[in-house]
């Protein structure tokens, strides 16, 4: 992995030259040029250059001096012209189902912040979802020169993933793990989650499960795990409410009656997402059913209000921000000329409450 502590280059003897005025060209600040900002700033063109594509590599106090200048002058470089002449576009697309989730915007926003820290900016692309969305997406990202692209989850159309691997710039897939990823990955197991998740409600004695979930491909495997593990153990009957993403309180809260009408015995709800636990949650209480004694609930994600529920949610944690980072690393190493296709599985663990 690289360091994460920036190198700090020395600068040349022009660099330690002293501010010079800028003169401007006719029309004012949309007439600036680098060399303009380089003069004031006291360094070489090449420096404001530096700053602008690869900050890393500008000491810390040559980086602040010419930020400064940037802001005071108003200058906006033409990024569109130094990717031209450099075939460089400084862009990384991101292509995501919906930043509604926190757990998909904690690791943008550690994503972005890493590739910008790098001098990469992001593009973001919201797929909801939808295969042919993301294929469309792909298609108008691709078409403005990305020099990396980050995917949620594994499963994509055949065509896309051939156009992917002939593509010619790294891709890191993310939130999911399989044996053949395009090129990078970071994620962890969705069907190992479902497989834990049966083996918590197995050792409190459940006999009665039943589920509601989103049917998004991670979803899916999510459930496919539960229902194996539960399978194995000789429970093959589990009650379940399938629904369109995204999830919501209200949806979970119209869930438990399903279940319980699918099984009037029902002991235990593996629920796709926060939301839907703390509508089933909610649901139970008004009907009378204690939880976790008539009711063991488990949720998915550990959003930030999970441990505010009475009583307070039991659910699987996935660190959001360690995907994001490990995802921005990978590219930048790659973006650096290293070959090797990294695959890191951030794991995942239950969170132990009240509600199982």
């Known amino acids: 992995m690289p360091n994460d502590k920036p190198t700090a280059y020395p600068i040349d003897a022009q660099d330690e030259a002293p501010p010079a005025p800028v003169k401007r060209s006719r029309g004012g600040p949309k007439g600036l040029r680098i060399t303009d900002v380089a003069a004031v700033a006291g360094v070489s063109p ?3 250059s530096r700053v602008f594509n690869n900050p890393d590599s500008v000491a810390p106090e040559t980086l602040e001096r010419v930020r400064q200048v940037v802001q005071k002058l108003g200058y906006v470089p033409n990024r569109l012209a130094g990717g031209l002449s450099s075939s460089k576009s400084r862009l990384i697309a991101a292509i995501v189902p919906t930043i509604a989730h926190s757990l998909f915007s904690e690791t943008i926003q550690v994503f972005s912040e890493t590739m910008s820290k790098a001098g990469y900016q992001v593009l973001l692309a919201l797929s909801g979802y939808s295969d042919s969305s993301e294929e469309t997406l792909l298609d108008a990202v691709l078409s403005r020169r990305p020099e990396g692209v980050l995917l949620t989850g594994v499963a994509h159309t055949d065509s896309l993933r051939e156009r992917l691997r002939n593509v010619g710039i790294p891709i890191v897939e993310t939130w ?34 039943g589920l509601v979930s989103a049917n998004d491909d991670r979803a899916i495997a999510r459930i496919t795990g539960f229902r194996e593990r539960l399978a194995r153990a000789g429970i093959h009957d589990v009650a379940n409410v399938i629904v369109a993403p995204p999830s919501s309180v209200s949806i979970g809260k119209a869930a438990l009656p399903k279940l319980i009408e699918q099984m009037p015995a029902l002991d235990a709800v593996f629920c796709g997402s926060d939301l839907l636990a703390i509508g089933v949650l909610g649901e139970a209480k008004r009907r009378g059913i204690d939880v976790p004694s008539q009711l063991a609930i488990c949720g998915f994600g550990d959003l930030e209000f999970a441990s505010e529920t009475s009583p307070q949610l039991t659910t699987v944690g996935v660190d959001g921000t360690r995907i994001g980072v490990s995802a921005a690393r990978c590219l930048l190493e790659r973006l650096k000329g290293l070959t090797e296709a990294n695959v890191v599985d951030v794991g995942f663990h239950i969170v132990e409450r009240q509600t199982v």
Request: net charge negative.
């Open 46 to 48: 090449i420096t404001v």
């Open 176 to 209: 999911d793990m399989t044996q053949t990823p395009i090129d990078m990955l970071v994620g962890f197991s969705h069907y190992d989650v479902g497989v834990a998740v049966a083996q918590r409600f197995l050792a409190r004695g459940i006999s009665h499960p």
